[in-house]
């Protein structure tokens, strides 16, 4: 109990790590308070340039895919899921800035490949293709959100799992309820051809 709670607490705090507010102020610009405001790679990519982008993007993957990763050598998967669940709340709910953080998807896609990979793959796949047909991050992004746990209930997954999988994909779409808004109203972001960096 005591191992499981320090993992889930260090996870939470990894996922606090403020990842495009480090790389934006490199670059000479504030996620928080320019382009779409939201601390996340697409919003550095359009202010920073693709490299920013990519950057803060393979970081907060990192920032769930190394607690992960720990929990499921020092534990097991029913420690590593919760571990999934701290990473992507950190990430979204900093309590050190007020709980105005990210929307969770590269942290949150990060564990996913970590705990099942092929599923990982698979969800990182339909943002691709999403991405490459619709031109929309947000539709890759809630893609990979819906898709995993789909996956996993069709693959015969736990029931745990499944669940858990689910709650992470509510808090990615909660995350992105005025990309839905944008998306009904055809008012959304779309990017250029040079590709995108995750939300």
Known sequence: MILA???VVGAYLVGMF????????????NPTREGSGNPGAS????????????IVGL???????????????VAGRPEAHAVWVAAVA??????????RGGKGVATAGGAGLVISPLIGLACAAVFLVTVKVARVAALGSLGIALTFPI???????PGYEVGVSAGVAAILVVRH???IRRLLGRDENRIDESGPAAA
Not at 18 to 29: L, S
Not at 151 to 157: D, E, F, H, P, Y
């Open 5 to 7: 709670v320090a993992l």
């Open 18 to 29: 403020p990842t495009a507010q480090i790389v934006g102020r490199r670059m000479g610009v």
């Open 43 to 54: 919003n550095v990519y359009r202010l920073g340039g693709k490299k920013a982008g990519v």
């Open 59 to 73: 970081i907060d993957m990192l920032k769930g895919a190394i607690p992960a990763g720990i929990a499921l050598l």
């Open 90 to 99: 950190g990430h979204v709910w900093p309590i050190t800035r007020g709980l």
């Open 151 to 157: 996956i996993a209930l069709a693959v015969g997954r």
């Open 177 to 179: 309820q005025s990309n």
